[in-house]
């Protein structure tokens, strides 16, 4: 069975500071990796995806992600962070068919300080 | 515009009191499925449906009925609604290998 572990129910980072969530993943096959955003009374909308080519995965917004095989990880960065930025955010898995079932993390609560 | 819309938005219901809330997508998708977000535990998949009369459990199916008669519609039922299912509900469709796209959510209160 596929799972996925998100270190960090809540961040704070400060204006203009790096942005880092971390995403571990367990798989016993190739995964489909993804970052989802959800903004407060929104539905979930789609940052970037991983599904086996380059392991940098460049996403909407500034963020990015790179797959890290050795590590099972998959964590989200952003060099500077920007209040827009304050939202949760979701890692998911999915096995090598696609998208048809996901399996969420537990989300992480992102704060922007100014 | 691509969408996929969920009615209502707002819900409070007493326990049990069958209830519907619809999700219908106007992108022609094959698959689309519930979530429920609970705090703490990130969205769990309650059912999916592969296509137009298949449907399949997620994770958490108990005390949830879906059905899949037209490709766009994918009603979620919940026919004896009990506390334990207050939550936040998504509906979501995709294409065979391709990004799913969710809804803007059904918050549900069960008194």
């Known amino acids: 069975a596929q799972s996925v572990t998100q270190l960090g129910s809540h961040v704070s980072v400060s204006e203009g500071a790096l942005v880092l969530l971390r995403c571990n993943y367990s798989?016993?096959?190739?995964?489909?990796l993804f970052w989802y955003v959800q903004y407060p009374n929104q539905g979930l909308q789609l940052l970037l995806k991983?599904?086996?080519?380059?392991?940098l995965v460049k996403g909407i917004n500034g963020f990015e992600a790179e797959f890290k095989k050795s590590e099972t990880s998959f964590h989200l960065t952003k060099p500077s962070a920007h209040m827009s930025d304050a939202a949760e955010y979701f890692c998911?898995?999915?096995?090598?068919?696609?998208?048809?079932?996901?399996?969420f993390g537990t989300g992480t609560r992102l704060t922007i300080i100014p | 515009e691509a969408q996929v819309t969920q009615n209502p938005r707002y819900l409070i219901t007493v326990t049990g009191k069958k209830l519907t809330v619809t999700c219908s997508q106007n992108?022609?998708?094959?698959?689309m499925s519930w979530y429920r977000q609970d705090p703490g535990l990130g969205l769990r998949q309650i059912y999916y449906?592969?296509?137009?009369?298949?449907?399949d459990k997620g994770d958490v199916p108990e005390g949830y009925k879906v059905s899949r008669k037209e490709k766009r519609n994918f009603p979620l039922i919940l026919e004896s609604p009990s506390p334990n299912q207050t939550s936040l509900y998504f509906c979501?469709?995709?294409?065979?290998?391709?990004?799913?796209?969710f809804g803007a959510g059904t918050r549900l209160s069960v008194l």
């Open positions: 979501a469709s995709s294409d065979r290998g391709d990004i799913q796209y």
């Open positions: 798989s016993s096959v190739p995964p489909y």
């Open positions: 991983y599904t086996s080519a380059a392991t």
């Open positions: 998911a898995v999915s096995d090598l068919r696609g998208n048809e079932k996901l399996t």
């Open positions: 992108m022609n998708h094959e698959y």
């Open positions: 449906s592969m296509n137009v009369e298949v449907t």
